[in-house]
């Protein structure tokens, strides 16, 4: 009987090897484990050292969880805290100005170039 039950229990884990491509737990590991690959692609100009480095410095305040898989490689996972989700809301917010207000701003930094920034400056004479 318990060899029975130990080759039930190697079937069930053999049945969810997320390695096999056959897996059907495979594609939701993948995209979990290919966060990081997406941020790092989505986020332009930053090497993976410097996001990693971020994304530990954002465990370090609080907004986000890092969790290390014992896998070999090591696996690891981000995601965002109660205080992180209720720093989303601003920062959509914020997104959300930045892009209503995105061709004024190139606007003005168009016409402040054009002369200068010389329309601010006192005169020196």
């Not at 484990?33 to 790092?40: C, E």
């Not at 997104?95 to 190139?106: I, K, N, S, V």
Request: glycine share 6%; net charge neutral.
């Amino acid at each position: 009987m318990l060899e029975t039950e130990q080759l039930a229990s190697a079937s069930r884990l053999l049945a969810h090897d997320t390695f096999d491509n056959r897996c059907p737990l495979r594609p939701i590991m993948d995209q979990t484990t290919s966060r990081f690959a997406q941020l790092h692609a989505r986020v332009g100009g930053i090497s993976q050292k410097m996001l990693s480095q971020n994304l530990k410095a954002l465990a370090r305040a609080g907004l986000v969880t890092r969790h290390v898989a014992p896998t070999n490689p090591p696996q690891v996972t981000y995601s965002l805290t109660e205080l992180g989700v209720s720093l989303a809301g601003p920062l959509t917010d914020l997104f959300r100005w930045f892009g209503r207000h995105g061709d004024e701003l190139l606007a003005a930094q168009q016409h402040y170039d054009s002369h200068d920034g010389s329309a601010d400056q006192p005169n020196s004479h």
